[in-house]
């Protein structure tokens, strides 16, 4: 069993940045693959990016992409989500999330384990 905690969120003005951790306890990081997903008030959980056990398939969600970057750092046990360009319906919850599969999935239900989450929040 692994245990995940998200932190890095916060407010941020359209345009900026956020960098957001994953830290992962309890089990090697390596042994899983890795999703970020995301939930605004009133709104289902989606599915914002993936990466495989060693890093080298990413997989992001259309209106994501080109603007978040999702890497992990296997020896820190720890996977990043790099934010750029943030525009205000990027507001959510943001959670981390652990597949015991090797390349993760889009769906929620495909994964294990999930940290409690960290707000993001962009203003106009």
């Known amino acids: 069993q692994v245990q995940l905690v998200e932190s890095g969120g916060g407010l941020v003005q359209a345009g900026g940045s956020l960098r957001l951790s994953c830290a992962a306890s309890?089990?090697?990081?390596?042994?899983?693959?890795m999703g970020w997903f995301r939930q605004a008030p009133g709104k289902e959980r989606e599915f914002v990016a993936r990466?495989?056990?060693?890093?080298?398939?990413?997989y992001y969600a259309d209106s994501v992409k080109g603007r978040l970057t999702i890497s992990r750092d296997n020896a820190k046990n720890t996977v990043y989500l790099q934010m750029n360009s943030l525009k205000p319906e990027d507001t959510a919850v943001y959670y981390c999330?652990?597949?015991?599969?090797?390349?993760?999935?889009?769906?929620?239900?495909?994964?294990?384990?999930w940290g409690q989450g960290t707000q993001v929040t962009v203003s106009s």
């Open positions: 309890g089990r090697t990081l390596s042994s899983y693959a």
């Open positions: 999330a652990a597949d015991r599969g090797v390349f993760g999935g889009r769906s929620p239900r495909q994964y294990d384990y």
């Open positions: 990466i495989s056990r060693g890093g080298d398939t990413t």
